[in-house]
């Protein structure tokens, strides 16, 4: 079966995965509540500075590959104007006659999860309405109402936040902003955490590997991030944030359409934790005291020929205060009686995209996409120190032709050059033995490296009407330090009826392993970090991975306006190489070697939504994880720190005009393999010699009131109180070889009472 597909997939050669088609009407609402179509109307979609019109009946089709802002305009009668975001599938707009009302107020309410119907990979898409369901401070916070993505904290120290999709680390998961490579490399541990939830327009999950065309990253999936666009009829947008966790937030957006073709938008950001708390009572910070400042300026300019431009400019600084409560700023970790942390990250990134096309249609055309990152990581564990240079450059250049209705094609060339600079140092008085040296000893691990690759791709796109989506792509990458690497990747869609739609697809995927950044949680231990066997060859540092698995999914016609659907998944992985950090092996050390076994991972997961009447929303989901890896002295055993199955419950409630809106959340989250020196703590379950974490809930609340251009709302967090105690081993002990911060299962921190608003001021 497995020869048989990589058959298929290695004689397959590739284009970008199908943008929607939104279906939209143009409606009448008379003063007495009835409705008719307006035949003929016109539709302004303001980014691409094009009209179209309704048909004789009312109805339009087009093609969006972003969030678009479209006007309905018909003589005699009032404007109406609908802001669609990725995953919607259809809308309406409702005029009215100009000499029937005084004042028109035109209300719409966008699905907040939504599973997209149109693209060929299963993609969940979180809208802008579902990221408000909750605090959604940042990224990180995103994901508490989807069971495809899980995310816990790499440690009890530092913050740093990680996302686990297809039970597998986020570092196999490529991050996407607006269809860039982001957060790599030495901003991936607190990446999650630089991304303001209020900055984004919507997200979409996208399991598997997908397309190509951003490179061989995508193991599990891709995580894309639409930002607020330079077009949104939003010149001023304010969000304040504020929780009892001493926690402090401030976001302003400023949309300007400065003429036809130039457009821009201003992204800022300041976050601070105020004031220290230790609700467990172990001496250490529960969170970091973290100040945060993030600025962004993104530009669009579009030509009435159909040339775009987009560039922008990003700049973040970060400063984190970490361990025991008596630690300082002013103090030198390294010569302060008391464990402390000390974590400064500075990161500036610009890019250019240019679309050009080559026709009148724009069905045939040329993309350029540039991006550089420049990121400096200065922190301090204990005794541990860790420092870090990056200085990324990503190329892309893409060709699409639209040849027919049926058939796509698209060729690029990309180039990627990340020049890392990095260096560890232990502090200690002895390393690898019980007896103290008579003199300080500093174990330093330097690990630099200079990785180049060009790659060459292909995508094939064949579509049938709305039955048949299929795509091949083919991508061959020559890497100056791994050779060449050939990444073969197909995807199938299939829909038997309009509402029975089977999903297909397996690739292969690859990543350069960042050994300290990607565990940044062994720091916050007192084990050496013993890396000799990979460092000798960084060859040694390429990730393998074949995944593959599918979808189907059921359209139900009931619920209110049918929006119910039932979807099953099933997804493996598996790797042919792999990079191992092994805390169990030796209980001096954090040992990292390469993979000699099998490691795979198999998810199920089955998603329902429902609305049982109008402007009721519930969604439930659950996934079950069956993950294993190769361990030396232990041989194939469960992944560590990998639960097994996480349960959803979603309902939210708005009433008329959505002027009061009410969410709630309910969490199961499955049991954890734990280490075995785990063994003994509080809470931890023995069967048949291993360790496990027990199953436990999370609740989450949160109620929203709507004035004239102001949302105040408040919420709640982990209601239930629930807590993973004695997240520190040895705490009392922290300059000792038993202190370990590293094993999280569970919540960290208590009960979360937050309180905010939104205030937004339309064009």
């Known amino acids: 079966m497995r020869k048989a597909l990589l058959s298929a997939i290695f004689i397959l050669f590739c284009t970008t995965i199908l943008a929607q088609d939104f279906k939209g009407s143009v409606i009448y609402r008379r003063s007495d509540g009835k409705t008719e179509p307006l035949p003929f109307a016109q539709i302004y979609i303001i980014e691409k500075a094009k009209l179209i019109e309704t048909d004789e009946n009312g109805h339009f089709t087009i093609n969006l590959e972003e969030r678009t802002t479209m006007v309905a305009t018909y003589v005699g009668y009032t404007k109406d104007t609908l802001i669609v975001d990725p995953g919607v599938p259809s809308g309406e707009f409702y005029l009215m006659g100009e000499n029937e009302v005084d004042e028109a107020v035109v209300t719409s309410r966008q699905l907040t999860n939504t599973l997209s119907r149109i693209k060929p990979v299963r993609t969940e898409v979180i809208t802008a309405v579902g990221l408000c369901k909750m605090a959604c401070c940042n990224l990180a916070e995103s994901f508490e109402n989807s069971a495809s993505v899980t995310v816990g904290y790499s440690d009890a120290i530092t913050g740093a936040r990680q996302i686990k999709l297809l039970g597998l680390a986020g570092t196999y998961t490529q991050l996407l902003d607006e269809n860039r490579p982001v957060m790599r490399g030495l901003a991936s541990p607190f990446g999650l955490t630089y991304v303001p939830g209020q900055w984004l327009e919507s997200i979409q999950i996208a399991k598997g590997p997908s397309s190509v065309i951003n490179g061989l990253e995508a193991i599990t999936g891709q995580i894309n991030m639409e930002h607020r666009k330079p077009t949104d009829e939003v010149?001023?947008?304010?969000?304040?944030?504020?929780?009892?966790?001493?926690?402090?937030?401030?976001?302003?957006?400023?949309?300007?359409?400065?003429?036809?073709?130039?457009?821009?938008?201003?992204?800022?950001?300041?976050?601070?934790?105020?004031?220290?708390?230790?609700?467990?009572?172990?001496?250490?910070?529960?969170?970091?005291?973290?100040?945060?400042?993030?600025?962004?300026?993104?530009?669009?300019?579009?030509?009435?020929?159909?040339?775009?431009?987009?560039?922008?400019?990003?700049?973040?600084?970060?400063?984190?205060?970490?361990?025991?409560?008596?630690?300082?700023?002013?103090?030198?970790?390294?010569?302060?009686?008391?464990?402390?942390?000390?974590?400064?990250?500075?990161?500036?990134?610009?890019y250019l995209k240019l679309g050009i096309p080559l026709n009148e249609e724009n069905s045939h055309n040329i993309a350029i996409v540039a991006d550089y990152n420049y990121h400096t990581l200065g922190s301090s564990y204990g005794l541990k120190t860790y420092d870090g240079t990056q200085k990324s450059i990503f190329l892309n250049l893409i060709y699409q032709n639209q040849l027919n209705d049926n058939h796509r094609v698209s060729f690029g060339l990309s180039g990627q050059d990340d020049d890392f600079r990095e260096d560890v140092e232990d502090h200690r008085t002895y390393i690898f033995t019980p007896v103290p040296s008579p003199e300080p000893i500093t174990y330093k691990i330097p690990l630099h490296r200079r990785e180049r690759s060009v790659g060459i791709y292909g995508e094939y796109n064949y579509t049938l009407d709305d039955k048949v989506t299929f795509v091949g792509s083919l991508r061959g990458d020559y890497n100056n330090i791994h050779g060449f690497l050939f990444a073969p990747r197909v995807t199938l869609k299939y829909s038997f009826t309009d509402d029975i739609i089977f999903r297909l697809l397996g690739g292969r995927g690859f990543r350069t392993a960042n050994l300290f950044a990607d565990n940044i949680g062994i720091f916050s231990t007192g084990r050496i970090i013993n890396v000799e066997e990979i460092r000798g060859d960084q060859h040694n540092l390429l990730e393998d991975a074949w995944t593959y698995g599918g979808n189907i999914t059921f359209y139900l016609p009931f619920g209110y306006e049918n929006n119910t659907y039932i979807s099953f998944?099933?997804?493996?992985?598996?790797?042919?190489?792999?990079?191992?950090?092994?805390?169990?092996?030796?209980?001096?050390?954090?040992?990292?070697?390469?993979?000699?076994?099998?490691?795979?991972?198999?998810?199920?997961?089955?998603?329902?939504?429902?609305?049982?009447?109008?402007?009721?929303?519930?969604?439930?989901?659950?996934?079950?994880?069956?993950?294993?890896?190769?361990?030396?002295?232990?041989?194939?055993?469960?992944?560590?720190?990998?639960?097994?199955?996480?349960?959803?419950?979603?309902?939210?409630?708005?009433?008329?005009?959505?002027?009061?809106?009410?969410?709630?959340?309910?969490?199961?989250?499955?049991?954890?393999?734990?280490?075995?020196?785990?063994?003994?703590?509080?809470?931890?379950?023995?069967?048949?010699?291993?360790?496990?974490?027990?199953?436990?809930?999370?609740?989450?609340?949160?109620?929203?009131?709507?004035?004239?251009?102001?949302?105040?709302?408040?919420?709640?967090?982990?209601?239930?109180?629930?807590?993973?105690?004695?997240?520190?081993?040895?705490?009392?002990?922290?300059?000792?070889?038993?202190?370990?911060?590293?094993?999280?299962?569970?919540?960290?921190?208590?009960?979360?009472?937050?309180?905010?608003?939104?205030?937004?001021?339309?064009?």
């Open 569 to 763: 998944d099933y997804f493996r992985n598996d790797f042919l190489k792999q990079v191992i950090v092994d805390q169990e092996l030796d209980i001096l050390q954090a040992l990292v070697y390469n993979l000699d076994g099998k490691s795979y991972t198999n998810t199920y997961q089955v998603d329902f939504s429902v609305d049982p009447i109008e402007r009721f929303n519930i969604v439930t989901t659950f996934r079950y994880t069956d993950a294993k890896v190769t361990l030396r002295g232990q041989g194939l055993v469960e992944r560590p720190l990998t639960s097994r199955f996480k349960a959803v419950f979603n309902a939210q409630y708005a009433t008329a005009m959505n002027k009061w809106t009410f969410d709630f959340t309910a969490q199961l989250n499955g049991k954890t393999k734990l280490p075995n020196f785990m063994a003994g703590q509080d809470k931890v379950i023995e069967k048949d010699g291993e360790y496990f974490s027990p199953i436990y809930p999370m609740f989450f609340a949160q109620i929203t009131r709507k004035f004239r251009g102001i949302d105040v709302y408040v919420g709640g967090e982990n209601l239930g109180n629930y807590r993973q105690r004695n997240a520190i081993l040895n705490a009392d002990k922290p300059f000792s070889e038993d202190f370990n911060a590293s094993a999280i299962w569970g919540p960290l921190s208590g009960i979360k009472i937050y309180a905010g608003l939104r205030l937004t001021i339309w064009k």
């Open 235 to 350: 010149p001023f947008f304010l969000q304040l944030f504020g929780s009892s966790h001493a926690m402090a937030e401030a976001n302003i957006a400023s949309s300007l359409q400065l003429n036809e073709r130039w457009s821009t938008v201003i992204l800022a950001h300041a976050s601070s934790v105020l004031k220290s708390i230790d609700h467990n009572d172990d001496g250490f910070r529960d969170e970091p005291q973290a100040t945060q400042f993030n600025l962004s300026n993104r530009w669009l300019y579009y030509d009435p020929s159909g040339f775009q431009m987009r560039f922008g400019i990003r700049a973040l600084a970060d400063d984190r205060l970490g361990g025991q409560m008596g630690f300082e700023r002013d103090h030198d970790p390294l010569t302060s009686e008391f464990w402390g942390s000390r974590i400064k990250n500075k990161g500036l990134n610009g």
